[in-house]
């Protein structure tokens, strides 16, 4: 059961310097309750794939160009669905807006670019419940109360009327979530969550995700550029490279059998990954090539270990190698 199917995606930037194919023909989708966890190296596309779902494409340069974002939306409370092509809707539109914030919500690597350093965080939290629900003043503050309490905010009665910067990272990012949440998405969008914080607080807000997608059984799009909190976070899993999807399949399925050599390499430098105490850890050479020259074959021919002619002269199709786990490399077709 699908809640959201990308198919072919390609969102272009048109810069004076070229045509910037930030993302370039991409296809996953997100099963209703899961998470998916979308990985890869800084500027693979990650963030304006999730953007384009959001309808927050800056148009220009920005655009999509092609594709589709179908959108599995529920009718009421009966089993019908209504299914919603996104990338056709004005991005300013009523309908994007009910959706955006509402049915589809999204946190960030800084939770001050959400959060309104002139607002409480409970009016902050309030506008997003009252705008979207229909609520008193007074309900929506109780509800207020209530998600922060939910995401671990001791006295929340009290921090209801402080501002954001009185709190400290770890707890804005809490809050940040408590307002997302509080509309009860369908679909959570989660972008490098934890990125900016440190070790200890980012296990704790880790912990409390994992705790609140039991909780809520929303689905999430988990973004990041580390696989050790894949593993921990995400059903399923899409690597990204240079704006494709160059692997596919569930968790459990891509850590036992990695077929992409990028997706390979993206484990062999991941300390908290390797089994061996003392083994070495083995960076992928090299650095991601500028989206403006991008190679005519595979896009990671220029880094790849294990590259063949052919590599260089066509781009590799997508192959299912074994059921429900598909890869781009030359090496399984
Ligand atoms: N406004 C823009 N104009 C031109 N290029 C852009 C713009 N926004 C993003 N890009 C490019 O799109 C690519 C993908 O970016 P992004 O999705 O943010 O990567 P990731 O989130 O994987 O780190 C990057 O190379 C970036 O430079
Ligand atoms: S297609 Fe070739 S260059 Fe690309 S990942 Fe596979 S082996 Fe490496
Ligand atoms: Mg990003």
Known sequence: MPLIELIGLKTYFYTKAGVVRAVDGVDFAIEKGRTLGIVGESGCGKSITALSIMGLIQTPPGRIVSGEIRYHRNQGDQNREEVINLERLNPRGRKMRSIRGNEIAMIFQEPMTSLNPIYTIGNQIMESIKLHQRLSRREAREKAIQMLASVGIPSPEQRVQEYPHQL????????????????????????????????????????????LRREFKTAIQFITHDLGVIARMADDVAVMYLGKVVEKSTVKNLFRNPRHPYTQGLMHSIPSLSSKKDERLMPIKGVVPDLLEIPAGCGFETRCPQAMDI???????QKEVVQGHWTSCWRYD
Do not use: F, H
Not at 311 to 317: E, L
């Open 311 to 317: 590599c260089k002269q066509q781009p590799p199709p």
């Open 168 to 211: 400290s990272g770890g707890m804005r990012q809490r809050v940040m979530i408590a307002a997302a949440l509080s509309c009860n998405p369908s679909l959570l969008i989660a972008d490098e969550p934890t990125t900016a914080l440190d070790v200890t607080i980012q296990a704790q807000v880790l912990k409390l995700m994992n705790d």
